[in-house]
């Protein structure tokens, strides 16, 4: 079991930056492949970046390349997410996710991959 909570959103206008960060409980966090997603209103929740448990691989969506990227932090047992260059439309809840896949370099880019999700934390960005 896992425990997940994202921090860091807030309002900033575009063109401007946020750092998400996922917290998660437990002592096996290292074990752990992350992600982030995001859920626009009247959206579904989409993929934004991914993460393998050595931070040895990482995958981000088309939409976000060269604008946000994530880390992490296993002697915090934080995953993070750099948002630069914010535009209008990555307006959305973001959401972490855990997916247990130790010792692989394997990310994940689908919902149905991941097994714990944190509350989701509000990104607004404003024109």
């Known amino acids: 079991q896992v425990q997940l909570v994202e921090s860091g959103g807030g309002l900033v206008q575009a063109g401007g930056s946020l750092r998400l960060s996922c917290a998660a409980s437990?002592?096996?966090?290292?074990?752990?492949?992350m992600g982030w997603f995001r859920q626009g209103p009247g959206k579904e929740r989409e993929f934004v970046a991914g993460i393998n448990w050595s931070a040895t691989s990482t995958l981000n969506a088309d939409s976000v390349k060269g604008r946000f990227t994530i880390s992490r932090d296993n002697a915090k047992n934080t995953v993070y997410l750099q948002m630069n260059s914010l535009k209008p439309e990555d307006t959305a809840v973001y959401y972490c996710a855990a997916k247990l896949a130790p010792n692989v370099r394997t990310t994940y880019s689908t919902k149905e991959s991941y097994d714990y999700w944190g509350q989701g934390t509000q990104v607004t960005v404003s024109s």
């Open positions: 437990g002592r096996t966090f290292s074990s752990y492949a």
